[in-house]
Nanobody, 123 residues
Framework: VQLQASGGGLVQAGGSLRLSCAAS????????MGWFRQAPGKERDLVAT????????YYVDSVKGRFTISRDKAKNTVYLQMNSLKPEDTAVYYC?????????????????WGQGTQVTVSS
């Protein structure tokens, strides 16, 4: 599976951005898609996940109520709508795909990764 992320940019605190992740290749094998982020000097952390078929979502506490993950199955695309952005949301955002059945949240449970897109939130 190949993943192409886009939609990052510079935004002021309180603003919004929508990230997109287009999947190609063996998309039928995807069970879960996820968004992760990595701030400078920090580890890559999970932001949100969505199951490909049943549209079950999961969010880490820090983004609940502000971020929404969704998917367009016909377009093989996953989105991350980010509202009420804060400077601490600044990071490189990566989309990832997991072929593992069931609930997945760890980096090593995702086999395919996009190239990352920079999100910068100014105060």
């Amino acid at each position: 599976v190949q993943l192409q992320a886009s939609g990052g940019g510079l935004v002021q605190a309180g603003g919004s951005l929508r990230l997109s992740c287009a999947a190609s290749g063996r998309t039928f094998s995807i069970w879960t898609m996820g968004w992760f982020r990595q701030a400078p000097g920090k580890e890559r952390d999970l932001v949100a996940t969505i199951t490909w078929s049943r549209v079950t979502t999961y969010y880490v506490d820090s983004v609940k109520g502000r971020f929404t993950i969704s998917r367009d199955k016909a377009k093989n695309t996953v989105y991350l709508q980010m509202n009420s952005l804060k400077p601490e949301d600044t990071a490189v955002y990566y989309c990832a795909a997991s072929r593992r059945l069931g609930f997945v949240v760890r980096l090593d449970e995702f086999q395919d990764w996009g190239q990352g897109t920079q999100v910068t939130v100014s105060s």
